[in-house]
C-alpha cells in the first residue's frame, strides 16, 4: 500500500540552527501538505503545495519556514534559526485531490535544545 | 471563534460499550468531512469519510448534519484496540485553497 515517508523520525538541533525535514509523498497525489503537532496540542496546520508552488499558509508558516519540491519525488520543509519552541512533530500528507482525504507520514518528532 | 470544535473527554467506558463523538464547524462551505484515528505520539490514520446520507464499516458510523453543522461518529462493540483520540477534520476553504482542518480530538480510552 502507498504510504508518505518522513526522515528523519527524530532530530535534535542546537537553538539558533538550521533543519530540513524531508517527506516523500504518495506518487500519485499533487496536493502536498506541512502539519505540526505540539506535545499534548492539536494538529496545526503550516502550508500547503501545489503544482510547484506554496497554495496556502497558516500564520504560523512566517520567514523562518520555507518549503521545496527540490526533484519529483521530494518534498522538504526548512526551518531557519530554530527556537525552542519550533520543537513539536511535524507531519506530512499528500492528497490526490483537494478537498479529498489526506494520508499523512509517520512524522519527525523535532527536538530543539 | 475555534473552527472545529471537539469534547476533548476523556471519553471512559467497558469494552461492549457504545460511544459516541461530536464535532461542530464553523465555516458554512465546508467541502469534505473525515474521522481520523491519531495513537500516542503517531500520525493520524484515516478512520473514515463522512457524507450527508452517512455512511458505516462495521462497527462505526459517521453521520454529517450540514444544516447544523455537525458530525458524529458512532463506534458499536467498543474493543480495548479502539482506545485512541479521533480526531474530527474538516475540508474548508477562507476563498482559496481547501485545506483539511483538524479538531482537538476526543480521547477514548476502552477498559477491560
Known amino acids: 500500500e502507498p504510504e508518505v515517508t518522513q526522515t528523519p523520525s527524530h532530530q535534535v538541533t542546537q537553538m539558533g540552527q538550521e533543519v530540513i525535514l524531508r517527506c516523500v509523498p504518495i506518487?500519485?497525489?499533487?496536493?502536498f501538505y506541512w502539519y505540526r503537532q505540539i506535545l499534548g496540542q492539536k494538529v496545526e496546520f503550516l502550508v500547503s503545495?501545489?503544482?510547484?508552488?506554496?497554495?496556502?499558509k497558516s500564520e504560523i508558516f512566517d520567514d523562518q519556514f520555507s518549503v521545496e519540491r527540490p526533484d519529483g519525488s521530494n518534498f522538504t520543509l526548512k526551518i531557519r534559526s530554530t527556537k525552542l519552541e519550533d520543537s513539536a512533530m511535524y507531519f506530512c500528507?499528500?492528497?490526490?485531490?483537494?478537498?479529498?482525504?489526506?494520508?499523512f507520514g509517520q512524522g519527525t518528532r523535532l527536538t530543539v535544545v | 471563534r475555534k473552527e472545529v470544535e471537539q469534547d476533548p473527554g476523556p471519553f471512559n467506558v467497558p469494552e461492549g460499550a457504545t460511544v459516541a463523538f461530536n464535532c461542530t464547524y464553523s465555516?458554512?462551505?465546508?467541502?469534505?468531512f473525515f474521522w481520523y484515528r491519531q495513537d500516542c505520539r503517531k500520525e493520524p490514520k484515516l478512520l473514515m469519510s463522512?457524507?450527508?446520507s452517512g455512511n458505516e464499516d462495521g462497527r462505526f458510523t459517521a453521520q454529517l448534519n450540514r444544516a447544523s453543522q455537525y458530525i458524529s461518529l458512532l463506534i458499536r462493540d467498543s474493543k480495548l484496540s479502539d482506545s485512541a483520540t479521533y480526531l474530527c477534520?474538516?475540508?474548508?476553504?477562507?476563498?482559496?485553497?481547501?485545506?483539511?482542518?483538524f479538531g482537538r480530538g476526543t480521547s477514548l480510552i476502552v477498559h477491560p
Open positions: 477534520v474538516v475540508t474548508a476553504t477562507s476563498g482559496g485553497s481547501y485545506i483539511p482542518t
Open positions: 506518487s500519485n497525489h499533487l496536493y
Open positions: 465555516n458554512s462551505a465546508s467541502q469534505s
Open positions: 463522512v457524507y450527508s
Open positions: 500528507a499528500s492528497s490526490v485531490d483537494e478537498p479529498t482525504e489526506a494520508f
Open positions: 503545495f501545489y503544482n510547484n508552488e506554496i497554495s496556502e
